[in-house]
């Protein structure tokens, strides 16, 4: 399955992307279900396995008709970040082999985490608003877990049991002032300088989640070209190793690292971001992640 937010007629709300329509969850569940059903994206999600197992059997059990009545065009819908204020945003660094090639680093013996502002957080089609002080706006495509279910000290081979689902996020970076500080939150905080989408796609549905095929494109040229199967730590051990620290709780975003290609170490020179210009973070089962540069007031 495949979750999104999105507006409609104003009127925010959620449900199953297929193909170019969206089933409106809440729209099908009031003329089947007896029970309440979730009224955000966010609840659902903290329902975890019991959530997808509800809308599971609410579109089995629905007839043709009630999807139909239940159906929205997606050009009529503009999609939201379809998580919109997480608890955390977690973000790793150097988890990608042929990133820390291009740097010349060594691979990291435990993930490098940072953490990011929810109000970095906007949704597909929406800017990146680039301060006129920022002179270095680089993008980072990312493969980003949604937690659906407290853990603390969770084992590898018990992981899965806490993820929701896979979406796509980009780490937009503003390099000198991360280089300058020795530390990366002030240069990755800014507001809109996480985008996340356009779905959550579920786990039995996102295939091989060790050998996605991820890309970031940039006025359609191809920047980033590479597969999830270059982390140093695949998903499962992320989960792992961050819940050693922190607590996890449902709805919050781990964004798992990107891989080579970003624009800072372009050779011979960086081509760094630009107003106007057109990002698109790909990921493989998941969709697109579209976002133009703004320049900031």
């Known amino acids: 399955m495949r979750f999104v937010r999105y507006l409609h007629l104003g009127v925010e709300s959620f449900g199953l992307r297929v193909g170019d329509e969206v089933t409106d969850l809440q729209t099908l569940a009031s003329g089947i279900l007896e029970t309440s059903f979730p009224s955000t994206m966010e609840e659902l999600i903290g329902l975890g396995e019991e959530g997808t197992r509800t809308v599971e059997l609410l579109v089995r059990d629905s007839t043709r008709i009630e999807k139909r009545n239940a159906a929205l065009k997606i050009v009529n819908t503009p999609l939201l970040a379809p998580v919109s204020s997480p608890p955390k945003i977690i973000c790793l660094g150097l988890n990608y082999r042929d990133h820390a090639e291009e740097i010349g680093t060594d691979l990291p013996d435990e993930p490098i985490i940072f953490m990011k502002p929810r109000t970095a957080i906007v949704g597909p089609d929406e800017p990146i608003i680039q301060p006129k002080f920022v002179k270095e706006l680089d993008y980072e495509a990312e493969l980003a877990i949604i937690i659906g279910k407290k853990g603390k000290n969770i ?60 890309r970031t494109r940039v006025n359609r040229g191809l920047r980033q070209d590479s597969s999830t199967k270059n982390m140093v730590f695949n998903v499962h051990e992320v989960v792992h190793h961050i819940s050693r620290v922190m607590t996890l709780e449902p709805c919050d975003v781990i964004a798992t690292g990107t891989p080579a290609g970003v624009a800072v170490f372009m050779k011979p020179t960086p081509k760094f971001l630009l107003p106007g210009d057109l990002v698109e973070v790909e990921i493989e089962n998941i969709g697109t992640l579209r976002n133009k540069v703004a320049r900031g007031a």
């Open 155 to 214: 084992p590898v081979l018990e992981a899965k049991k806490y993820v929701f689902g896979y979406t796509a996020f980009n780490d937009v970076s503003a390099r000198e002032i991360q280089f300058k500080d020795r530390q990366w939150t002030r240069g990755k905080s800014f507001d809109t300088f996480a985008p996340i989408g356009p779905c959550i796609t579920t786990p039995d549905q996102i295939g091989d989640v060790g050998n996605l095929r991820i």
